[in-house]
């Protein structure tokens, strides 16, 4: 017994040494892993395969961590860094979680594949265990150097065909023991529905809380056929969403993400090595980032609709005679709409976006009231909800009305009729509609244009139009 403690003991000082190692391995050779390894928590974890982190922890298997080689570690800690680098802990979304992990093990190997052979150990890596790469293996056909959006829809997209494989495509022809085949769900003409008909290409979210049109059953089908892919795939080193997302908001985790990263962009460019060095993707990235800063929004409602101002007579100690001054106890209170376009074309992470504006909105100005409206060719009354500074940390709606055409006339019709109540107005929207022949709402309106051109120039006087990208 005393034999069996002691090696069970060494295993796991082995595995500690290894992961020192690798922490010493970023500190030396990647500065832009440097930020993210000096702010986890190293915690021993039996119950995870191999590696896991969320931002907050690195979690490592000690077992796992013992059997592999020094270089091994190494690299898998690199791995496990430049997840945080990009994001995935806070990109995820309503996306399956297994398929995100191997997305992001396809967006990431390839930027790292030369450490693996510096270390000597892409055999290791890559035909021992398995790990993921694009033009190797199930995954041949997908090109290097995209993100882990782009591998997700691909990967999406390949469980919908199998879905559609696996369906029968009889209706009603006799089989060859002279029964009928198959006839599918009653009203449907034994014809296989495709999940997320009418929305974009990659926001046909798993997880998506719409119960149209029998969304529910075929996400079910879809959950399925990803876990069963992911099931088939080699995933050395998962990522988790960042815990900042349940006890804060999805803004204040993307914050926090942005600036970790902009600043570890910043530690690579003055040292000069190491990961992500020279890669265009990298700081594309970051600046991809930055054009989605709200603060350009905050920037415009600030100098079109400060906050009002009331007169009083002043305190005869603190005045000059008999003169009455503006007072600002009022500067920040401002009540503004917030229409979210809900039509097919707008995919999930798209109208999320209203939440991030809000959120950003609601920060600067405590004081602040603001209505959400959600809109496609109709006003969704029940949908219509007031919030302020009291509901912070937001939270995504459980579900988005609508679905249907595109058409924004309505909300501008809505602004109109109560524009005594608003001080300005937001739609959130792809742009896919008339917008050139949209009458005046008004009021201040602002139009965010959701992964739409940014060449739009409204011809409302009292418009103005905001470019942001979200994948």
Same mark, same amino acid.
Request: aromatic share 8%; proline share 5%.
């Given at each position: 017994?005393?034999?069996?403690?002691?090696?069970?003991?060494?295993l796991?000082?082995?595995a500690?040494?290894?992961i020192?190692?690798?922490?010493?391995?970023?500190w030396?050779f990647?500065?832009i892993?440097v930020i993210?390894?000096?702010?986890?928590k190293?915690? /021993?974890?039996?119950?995870?395969?191999?590696?896991?982190?969320?931002?907050k922890?690195l979690?490592?298997?000690?077992?796992?961590?013992a059997?592999?080689?020094v270089g091994?570690v190494?690299?898998?800690?690199l791995?496990?860094?430049m997840h945080?680098l990009l994001?995935?802990?806070v990109?995820?979304?309503?996306?399956?979680?297994?398929a995100?992990?191997?997305?992001?093990?396809?967006a990431?190997n390839?930027l790292i594949?030369?450490?693996?052979?510096?270390l000597?150990?892409?055999?290791?890596?890559?035909?021992?265990l398995?790990?993921?790469?694009?033009?190797?293996?199930?995954?041949?056909?997908m090109?290097?150097?995209e993100?882990a959006?782009?591998?997700?829809?691909? =990967?999406e997209?390949?469980?919908?065909d199998?879905?559609? +494989?696996?369906?029968?495509?009889?209706?009603?022809?006799?089989?060859?023991?002279?029964?009928?085949?198959d006839k599918g769900e009653?009203?449907?003409g034994? /014809?296989?529905s /495709?999940p997320g008909?009418?929305?974009?290409?990659g926001?046909?979210?798993p997880?998506?809380?719409?119960?149209?049109d029998?969304?529910?059953?075929s996400?079910?089908a879809?959950d399925?056929?990803?876990?069963?892919?992911a099931?088939?795939?080699? =995933?050395?080193?998962?990522v988790?969403?960042?815990p900042?997302?349940? +006890?804060?908001?999805?803004?204040?985790?993307?914050?926090?993400?942005?600036?970790?990263?902009?600043?570890?962009v910043?530690?690579?460019k003055e040292?000069?090595?190491?990961?992500g060095f020279?890669m265009?993707? =990298?700081?594309d990235?970051?600046e991809?980032?930055?054009?989605?800063?709200?603060?350009?929004?905050? /920037?415009?409602?600030?100098?079109?609709?400060i906050g009002?101002?009331y007169y009083?007579?002043p305190?005869?100690?603190?005045s000059?005679g008999?003169?009455?001054?503006?007072?600002?106890?009022?500067?920040?209170?401002t009540?503004?709409?917030i229409?979210?376009?809900t039509?097919?074309?707008?995919?999930t992470?798209e109208?999320?976006?209203?939440?991030?504006?809000?959120?950003?909105?609601l920060?600067?100005?405590?004081?602040?009231?603001?209505?959400?409206?959600?809109c496609?060719?109709?006003?969704h009354?029940?949908?219509v909800?007031?919030?302020?500074?009291?509901?912070l940390?937001?939270r995504i709606p459980r579900?988005w009305l609508g679905r249907g055409?595109t058409?924004?006339?309505?909300?501008?019709?809505?602004?109109?009729?109560?524009?005594?109540?608003?001080d300005?107005?937001i739609?959130i929207?792809?742009?896919?509609?008339?917008?050139?022949a949209?009458?005046?709402s008004?009021?201040?309106?602002?139009?965010?244009?959701?992964?739409?051109?940014?060449? =739009?120039?409204?011809?409302?006087?009292?418009?103005?139009?905001i470019?942001?990208i979200v994948?």
């Amino acid at each position: 017994m005393t034999d069996c403690l002691r090696e069970h003991a060494d295993l796991r000082e082995k595995a500690r040494l290894k992961i020192k190692f690798g922490h010493d391995y970023i500190w030396e050779f990647h500065p832009i892993g440097v930020i993210w390894v000096a702010k986890w928590k190293v915690v /021993e974890d039996k119950n995870i395969p191999t590696m896991c982190t969320n931002g907050k922890q690195l979690r490592y298997n000690p077992d796992f961590t013992a059997e592999r080689s020094v270089g091994a570690v190494k690299w898998i800690i690199l791995h496990e860094a430049m997840h945080l680098l990009l994001g995935h802990h806070v990109r995820r979304g309503h996306r399956h979680p297994k398929a995100w992990n191997v997305s992001g093990d396809l967006a990431i190997n390839w930027l790292i594949k030369e450490y693996a052979i510096k270390l000597d150990v892409f055999d290791e890596l890559f035909h021992e265990l398995g790990c993921l790469m694009p033009r190797m293996g199930e995954y041949t056909k997908m090109k290097e150097g995209e993100s882990a959006e782009y591998y997700y829809r691909r =990967i999406e997209q390949d469980a919908l065909d199998e879905i559609t +494989e696996d369906q029968p495509t009889g209706k009603g022809e006799p089989c060859e023991d002279g029964e009928e085949g198959d006839k599918g769900e009653p009203g449907e003409g034994g /014809e296989p529905s /495709e999940p997320g008909e009418g929305e974009s290409e990659g926001d046909a979210s798993p997880d998506s809380d719409s119960t149209e049109d029998g969304d529910a059953s075929s996400g079910s089908a879809l959950d399925d056929k990803l876990d069963e892919i992911a099931e088939r795939s080699t =995933i050395i080193g998962d990522v988790e969403d960042s815990p900042t997302i349940e +006890e804060e908001g999805k803004d204040i985790a993307e914050q926090e993400y942005e600036q970790t990263a902009t600043q570890a962009v910043v530690m690579m460019k003055e040292q000069g090595k190491g990961a992500g060095f020279g890669m265009s993707i =990298i700081e594309d990235m970051i600046e991809k980032k930055a054009v989605n800063d709200w603060r350009k929004l905050r /920037e415009k409602i600030t100098k079109l609709t400060i906050g009002g101002r009331y007169y009083k007579r002043p305190h005869r100690r603190r005045s000059n005679g008999n003169i009455i001054l503006p007072s600002n106890r009022s500067k920040g209170k401002t009540t503004g709409a917030i229409v979210v376009d809900t039509s097919g074309s707008m995919g999930t992470h798209e109208m999320d976006e209203a939440f991030v504006q809000l959120s950003g909105l609601l920060r600067e100005w405590p004081k602040a009231v603001v209505t959400m409206i959600q809109c496609d060719s109709i006003i969704h009354d029940r949908a219509v909800k007031v919030y302020d500074y009291n509901d912070l940390p937001l939270r995504i709606p459980r579900e988005w009305l609508g679905r249907g055409g595109t058409e924004m006339q309505p909300g501008v019709n809505w602004l109109a009729e109560r524009r005594q109540d608003f001080d300005w107005a937001i739609f959130i929207t792809d742009m896919g509609f008339s917008w050139g022949a949209l009458t005046e709402s008004g009021i201040p309106t602002f139009f965010v244009g959701v992964n739409a051109s940014p060449d =739009i120039v409204m011809p409302q006087r009292t418009y103005d139009y905001i470019p942001v990208i979200v994948e």
